[in-house]
């Protein structure tokens, strides 16, 4: 047990580490403003209509980097900052979150498969800890406990690891929709990329940590069957 709190404090550390290099990298993007000055909004708008996509929503909420889009309602949200700016970084924001509503209207597999994965997540996630927890504890007497744990902590990591290339390709198709429709080049393309990749980079560690934590529990558990046949 002590093995999985040191492991999730390094994991907690990366992932503050990540998350300040993408304030920085964002805040730094935020300063290069567009030869075209179309605000984030604009560019929302337009590339939803380059795609044919005329049921999508593009409105502001309010936070910093709380950029998504909703598959529920159809809406592609942005933060103030992305919505009005003007800059690299509200571009390849903009773009992104445009990313996956056009994997949406595309019904792209990846989306699609986790789309489906998220009322089981919403479920599992609010009582997994404490299902592991009492796993853990009561090993000895009752190891189909942990194993349900096991099992529960594995949709959120299945969750986890699928969200990669949901992630990678809306950047992969905001960058591409960016350079063709002559919004973002050179330097000003090599920015967005950068920016979005540093937003990749948490989702990264996210998986990787689930993944890593999952392991640790699956040895726990073999090591007490080992035990409990000698």
Not at 130 to 145: D, I, R, S, Y
Not at 146 to 164: M, Y
């Amino acid at each position: 047990m002590t093995g999985i709190y040191l492991l999730s404090l390094v994991f907690v550390g990366i992932s503050m580490l990540v998350s300040m290099r993408l304030r920085s990298k964002f805040g730094q993007y935020s300063k290069v403003q567009l030869p075209s000055g179309y605000s984030g909004k604009e560019i929302a708008d337009m590339m939803l209509q380059a795609h044919g996509i005329y049921d999508v929503k593009v409105q502001s909420v309010e936070g910093e980097l709380t950029d998504h889009y909703n598959p529920l309602n159809k809406t592609v949200n942005l933060s103030p900052d992305v919505y009005h700016g003007r800059s690299v970084a509200a571009a390849a924001v903009a773009a992104h979150e445009c990313g996956h509503a056009v994997q949406h209207a595309t019904a792209y597999q990846w989306l699609t498969m986790r789309s489906r994965l998220v009322p089981i997540v919403q479920f599992s996630s609010g009582i997994v800890q404490w299902v592991l927890l009492a796993g853990v504890l009561l090993v000895g007497a009752f190891p189909q406990l942990l194993l349900a744990g096991i099992a529960l902590f594995a949709l959120t990591t299945l969750f986890a690891v699928i969200t990669l290339p949901v992630e990678f390709d809306a950047s992969r198709r905001a960058t591409v929709w960016l350079e063709k429709a002559g919004i973002t080049g050179g330097s000003y393309l090599a920015g967005a990329k950068d920016a979005l990749h540093w937003a990749a980079m948490t989702y990264v560690v996210a998986a990787v940590a689930s993944v890593a934590t999952l392991v640790q529990y699956v040895f726990i558990f073999l090591g007490n069957s080992s035990s409990s046949d000698d």
